[in-house]
């Protein structure tokens, strides 16, 4: 069992855009919770699992059905069950939804962040169209309500690989340290330090160091998903707070634990007037 204790930080970014409307404030289900802009510090979370695994900390990520045709809506549906095998049913609310699915393909040139629905029968579906074939890992993020098994209200991180047949595309160049999807660019430092307790910076502007206009997004005013190029573990961070605004632009503040050193590809996600973007980059953790 893998554990990863980061502090709830954030900063989102889409490639995509998608209309939203405004995000209720995020839920305080007993951990401390930021408010965007109260600018309260948030408190450690321990994750269980990497995402490398469809087991970790007595949970399974099963009955994976997922689409078979690319550039083509399909369904994609799971269970999480218990090691009794009996389906988990209960969840706390975190970031405002009761579990975070990522799909992603091994190359990291496609990513999706997305909010599935729970059947009665412990089902989780969520609508999803993928651009290329190649072979996939889908990882659920999620927050159990189980006195016995997770008693200290641990993430439990699962993570199960899936194909998408047909020719897979050419590997894409790997992205930057700043990214821009033509309208937002981010910019994180060369290096980030390994292990735990590290505090960095992500700057959001135009391109040319103008501020835009940052809203929220599933309660926090950004969304980082990353992984280790190398070894596929996942971490998942937000901002200790509101945006500071500097020369360069905003200034996103992130205090978490980035495992091992190496080679990370990052998916950030932020709200810009009302449309969601995600942002690739790449940086080194040493």
Known sequence: ????????????????????????????????????????????????????????????????????????????????????????????????????????????????????????????????????????????EFLPVDEERNPDGDHVILGQRALLAGEAPAVPEAPSRVATDGLVTIEAPETLPAGEDTQFDFTVSDGAGGVLNLGTYLGSYAHVTGFDTATGAFVHAHPLGAPTVTDAGSELTFHTALGTPGTYRFFVQVRVDGFVHTVPLQTTVA
Do not use: N
């Open 1 to 140: 069992m893998k554990r990863l204790t980061m502090l709830v930080v954030a900063a989102v970014l889409t490639t995509s855009l998608a209309a939203c409307s405004d995000d209720p404030p995020p839920v305080d289900d007993g951990r401390t919770v930021l408010a965007p802009g109260d600018g309260t510090p948030h408190s450690h979370t321990t994750f269980v699992g990497d995402g490398t695994t469809a087991d970790a900390g007595g949970y399974r990520l099963t009955d994976l059905r997922f689409p078979t045709v690319a550039r083509a809506p399909a369904d994609l549906s799971f269970r999480i069950v218990d090691s009794s095998g009996e389906p988990v049913v209960d969840y706390a609310e975190e970031q405002t939804k009761l579990l975070h699915l990522y799909v992603v393909r091994d190359d990291l040139a496609d990513f999706r962040h997305l909010h599935p629905t729970l059947g009665p029968d412990g089902t989780w579906t969520a609508r999803v169209d993928l651009t290329d074939p190649g072979q996939y890992r889908v990882i659920a």
